[in-house]
């Protein structure tokens, strides 16, 4: 989410680490002015995919990929008002080799097997607004280091200790981790799962198996978002560790054994699995991996924010934290990129909704980019930074990039009941989400951007050179976030 029409002191980040600057004053109806979609640097512009008089935006990529392989597993995005098994079952007969393959579970999207015939018939078919690959991306934090940190750290250093003592912990809120699921079990969470869900494709084309208890593609109810299942387990492991890690920066309650509390402590935590198990060494290969990998399909990201922003009222969801994505970097805001950007109308929904989504920046190294999905302008941007408030050498980072956390050494839970550290924007994300839990509490009526405003109106300045370009972005802190909302309830 990127602010443009902030007060100077606001836009500056003005504050030393000694002396807040004041933030504006907010109405409920409060929202900065974005910055419209350019084309990025790198990236494929609007204008460079094909599009038909009245039909779909096309992605390029998936033309290319179409003319070296038969098919190629897509995404078609409808217009509004359009019906999905209409549309779907019209495209099926295009041709004898294409095929659909979830077409059930959203109103605005179905899965398909797409080749050559079918795609020039998506082309013509006004009904389409996009068409593009359905991507995999990874989960991967960048490792285990030698001396870990715990979460006193990192809750110390951004201050959410003092703000869990002033009463601010996420009571009434919910944190959604779409991750690789959570042992419900561990003593981390005790009490605090509110709900579960699995969004999970299995294609037997392309290697991929559900992670869901019910081996479906999809499952609800407690248990959905077991990370403890047998296909979880990868040489003797379990390979569905990180939605766990995740989920405990932002919402661990301290018990015997833990390292800490998580930045909200008392705020639920809704758990959606939205990974699969690939047995196909090169698709693990092609992203760094080993065969067996977890991979998560964009379809399934989709579906499971479609799910989070159908029970946001009920759980009160105050952010969903996406530590995943990957790709080529982006220096201004991908919605233009309709592959890049295939979650933007789920986050708008959220942000409708009070949601903030919560995306790692990404661990590439990137000086002045980040990766998809972070790069579409309502998500929530999230950079790492370590124990000195200096940026890590792995984070990617640029003017896309909306605050940084702590990132490096943060033990946190993993399944089987035990504690690890891992370093990566994946760690870096969840602690923002656990403010914006704290916030919610705080300031139950501002709207995501005006909670967004004032974590960056607040939290310490770091600055540094992206592009040859000096900038300045707020690693979060949540006691003086939270200050104001102290302050008013004491008096």
């Keep these: 989410m990127r602010l443009r029409s902030l007060l100077a002191c606001v836009?500056?980040?003005?504050?030393?680490?000694?002396?807040?600057?004041?933030p504006p004053a907010l109405r409920a109806d409060t929202r900065p002015v974005r910055e419209a979609p350019v084309p990025p640097d790198g990236a494929v512009a609007l204008n460079a995919h094909s599009r038909g008089a009245s039909g779909p935006v096309v992605s390029d990529e998936l033309v290319e990929e179409i003319q070296t392989r038969s098919r190629v597993r897509c995404i078609i995005e409808l217009k509004p008002d359009q019906n999905v098994g209409v549309v779907a079952n019209d495209i099926e007969k295009a041709s004898e080799s294409g095929r659909v393959l979830k077409a059930n579970g959203s109103s605005t999207f179905f899965v398909a097997e797409v080749d050559q015939r079918t795609l020039d018939e998506l082309r013509k078919d006004p009904r389409v607004r996009a068409v593009y690959k359905d991507e995999l991306s990874a989960a991967a934090p960048i490792g285990a280091p030698a001396m870990p940190r715990g979460l006193d750290v990192?809750?110390?250093?951004?201050?959410?200790?003092?703000?869990?003592?002033?009463?601010?912990?996420?009571?009434?809120?919910?944190v959604a981790v779409l991750d690789t699921g959570i042992d419900r079990r561990h003593p981390f969470f005790a009490g605090r799962?509110?709900?579960?869900?699995?969004?999970?494709?299995?294609?037997?084309?392309?290697?991929?198996?559900?992670?869901?208890?019910?081996?479906?593609?999809?499952?609800?109810?407690?248990?959905?978002?077991?990370?403890?299942?047998?296909?979880?387990?990868?040489?003797?492991?379990?390979?569905?560790?990180?939605?766990?890690?995740?989920?405990?920066?932002?919402?661990?309650?301290l018990v015997s054994g833990a390292p800490s509390n998580g930045v909200a402590p008392e705020a639920g935590i809704l758990a959606v699995q939205v990974f699969s198990r690939l047995e196909n060494p090169l698709s693990c290969a092609s992203l760094?991996?080993?065969?067996?990998?977890?991979?998560?399909?964009?379809?399934?990201?989709?579906?499971a924010l479609e799910y989070v922003a159908r029970v946001a009222r009920a759980y009160r969801v105050a952010a969903a934290n996406l530590s995943l994505g990957g790709g080529e970097p982006f220096t201004r805001a991908c919605d233009a990129?309709?592959?890049a950007s295939a979650l933007k109308p789920q986050f708008d929904a959220l942000?409708?909704?009070?949601?903030?989504?919560?995306?790692?920046?990404?661990?590439?190294?990137?000086?002045?980019?980040?990766?998809?999905?972070?790069?579409?302008?309502?998500?929530?941007?999230?950079?790492?930074?370590?124990?000195a408030d200096a940026l890590t050498s792995f984070?990617?980072?640029?003017?896309?990039?909306?605050?940084f956390a702590p990132g490096v050494a943060i033990r946190s839970a993993v399944p089987g009941g035990s504690y690890v550290a891992m370093t990566g924007t994946s760690m870096?994300?969840?602690?923002v989400a656990g403010v914006f839990a704290l916030m919610r509490q705080a300031y139950p009526r501002f709207s995501v951007a005006q909670t967004l405003q004032r974590l960056q109106a607040t939290g310490r300045r770091l600055r540094y050179s992206a592009g040859g370009t000096s900038i300045t972005t707020a690693r979060v802190a949540a006691d003086r976030a939270t200050a104001a909302a102290t302050a008013r309830t004491a008096a």
């Design 11 to 22: 836009a500056a980040l003005a504050a030393t680490s000694a002396a807040l600057c004041a």
């Design 154 to 174: 990192s809750t110390d250093l951004i201050g959410s200790n003092r703000a869990n003592a002033a009463g601010w912990t996420g009571r009434g809120t919910t």
């Design 193 to 253: 799962v509110v709900g579960e869900a699995c969004f999970s494709s299995s294609d037997a084309r392309s290697g991929t198996v559900s992670l869901c208890p019910n081996n479906r593609p999809n499952q609800t109810g407690a248990g959905a978002a077991d990370a403890t299942t047998a296909r979880c387990v990868v040489d003797g492991a379990n390979a569905c560790y990180h939605g766990s890690h995740v989920a405990g920066i932002a919402a661990g309650r």
């Design 288 to 303: 760094g991996a080993s065969s067996p990998c977890l991979l998560s399909y964009t379809s399934d990201q989709k579906l």
């Design 337 to 339: 990129d309709p592959a």
């Design 351 to 387: 942000e409708r909704l009070g949601v903030a989504t919560v995306v790692a920046a990404g661990n590439e190294g990137f000086t002045s980019g980040v990766t998809s999905p972070a790069c579409i302008s309502t998500a929530v941007a999230v950079g790492a930074s370590d124990a």
């Design 395 to 403: 984070t990617n980072r640029g003017p896309l990039v909306d605050l």
């Design 428 to 431: 870096a994300a969840p602690h």
